[in-house]
């Protein structure tokens, strides 16, 4: 982690301007010559960990701040929206786009507003779309809320002093301190249900398909209604949405989140990952949960002094399409972009269900990424006889990996598999999955010659 390079320019100029400094002035207070600070101001030179210290002693500062808040995401996000075939004439490359976010940063922000309001060059506006506004409020967090981690930390504390089993000592907790009981019941009595509250019966209501751990995640989000609320409010008076559907849909992210970190409390589960090397087995294990679960809380890992690797999670369905996505503190396209590759492993996790699939990536822009994919079957989700089935796909970058059980025997600089974000966004010649052109790139059809991939295109 500490050989990543932080290029924060645009937040340190912010904090200057907003202080009425110069760069001279400025430069003066941090003990460091003007042209570094322009240097870093301009994104030629990474924020230095002594930089930072400096920062957050002389200024009222978070350095939070340095890692969030790019202006539209970042160059890669900003590359994502230019990718669209109305700016296909342009041909703007990745080095014109950091010049441009390090420039004009507040210009790169109010492109990437106004892009994302009119729905991503449709005439729809984004905010018509509840779960995309709520995805973007996480993505603000970076999937990451500390007063929901502190909180669920000191009650997984107070709960491990009553007893040892966490089920347990939420249902206790629940009946003796707030008056609910809690009653599993067969799958007839509730047939398309899994968990519900009879507030006239007093009593939380299981269904019996559930297995142990998505039981434990169910009495923890009921703790997390009732002894999380002050929080979760907070955040969801703070997101400010409009959108009535929006605000539940993030409460109910909210008290999953908590209780995931109730189940898995930051500090203990970021030690047992240091000491597994990830091992995703040996944590369900350890921590009585499921393996989308586990997923998902790798995701979060990002406390100020004690974070863990940047993992992404997405998880998709046979047809590809994509019900959840958290980048986390990665930023990885391959979680945020809409479409995906089909040479990407996570597609073929469906042809064996329940093995652990691994797979080294590079994206077109080198960015190289180790990933594992493996299905889900959701407690209870079925249509007659049909069970639900997706894929969960976890990636951390190729140069981070080097700690994880998985990496064992990889060559983490050798041959990786070259994948895209979709054909329609992918400019890869003679791949032999291409199903179509990319945007804003014509179809050139030789009867004369057969190439690799069926469809060539210009610039090819």
């Not at 944590?283 to 009585?288: A, D, E, I, N, P």
């Not at 994509?322 to 089909?342: F, H, I, N, T, V």
Request: hydrophobic share 45%.
């Amino acid at each position: 982690m500490a050989e990543r390079k932080l290029l924060a320019g645009h937040a340190i100029r912010r904090l200057r301007r907003r202080t009425g400094l110069t760069q001279a002035a400025m430069a003066e207070m941090l003990a460091i010559s003007p042209s570094y600070l322009n240097l870093v101001e301009r994104n030629q030179r990474p924020v230095s960990a002594t930089l930072i210290v400096k920062l957050a002693e002389s200024f009222d500062f978070d350095p939070r701040a340095l890692a969030a808040g790019e202006p539209g995401g970042g160059a890669d996000a900003v590359r994502r929206r230019l990718a669209d075939p109305m700016f296909a004439d342009l041909e703007i490359d990745r080095n014109e786009v950091e010049e441009w976010l390090a420039s004009a940063p507040g210009g790169a922000e109010a492109f990437a507003r106004v892009f994302d309001r009119l729905g991503g060059g449709t005439t729809v506006e984004a905010g018509d779309d509840p779960v995309t506004l709520v995805r973007r409020e996480i993505e603000r967090w970076r999937n990451h809320f500390a007063d929901l981690d502190a909180a669920a930390e000191t009650l997984a504390d107070e709960l491990r002093m009553g007893a040892g089993d966490l089920y347990g000592a939420i249902a206790e907790r629940l009946r003796a301190k707030h008056g609910l009981t809690i009653r599993v019941l067969p799958a007839d009595v509730l047939p398309d249900t899994l968990r519900r509250l009879d507030l006239h019966a007093r009593q939380l209501q299981l269904s019996e398909v559930l297995d142990p751990a998505s039981r434990t995640f169910a009495v923890a989000f009921q703790l997390g209604q009732i002894e999380a609320r002050a929080e979760v409010d907070a955040l969801a008076k703070g997101a400010g949405f409009a959108d009535r559907s929006a605000e539940r849909l993030y409460r109910r992210h909210l008290l999953s989140y908590f209780a995931a970190a109730l189940m898995m409390p930051y500090a203990r589960f970021l030690r047992g990952c240091e000491a597994t090397g990830y091992d995703i087995e040996l944590l369900q294990r350890r921590f009585g949960a499921g393996f989308e679960q586990v997923a998902h809380r790798l995701t979060t890992l990002q406390r100020v002094g004690a974070r863990g690797l940047p993992f992404f999670m997405i998880r998709i369905d046979r047809a590809g399409q994509a019900s959840k996505r958290y980048p986390g503190a990665s930023g990885a396209a391959l979680a945020e972009a809409d479409g995906r590759c089909p040479l990407w492993r996570l597609h073929h996790a469906f042809d064996r269900p329940g093995s652990l699939m691994v797979q080294l990536v590079e994206l077109e822009d080198g960015a190289r990424w180790l990933t594992m994919a493996r299905t889900v079957t959701p407690q209870g989700r079925q249509y007659g006889a049909i069970h639900a089935e997706f894929a969960v796909g976890l990636g951390v970058e190729a140069s981070l990996a080097g700690v994880l059980a998985v990496a064992g025997g990889l060559d983490l600089r050798g041959v990786a598999m070259p994948i895209g974000l979709g054909c329609r966004a992918c400019f890869r010649s003679d791949c032999p999955q291409r199903s179509t052109a990319p945007a804003g790139r014509a179809l050139l059809v030789n009867e004369r010659e057969r190439r690799t991939s069926a469809l060539t295109f210009a610039g090819d």
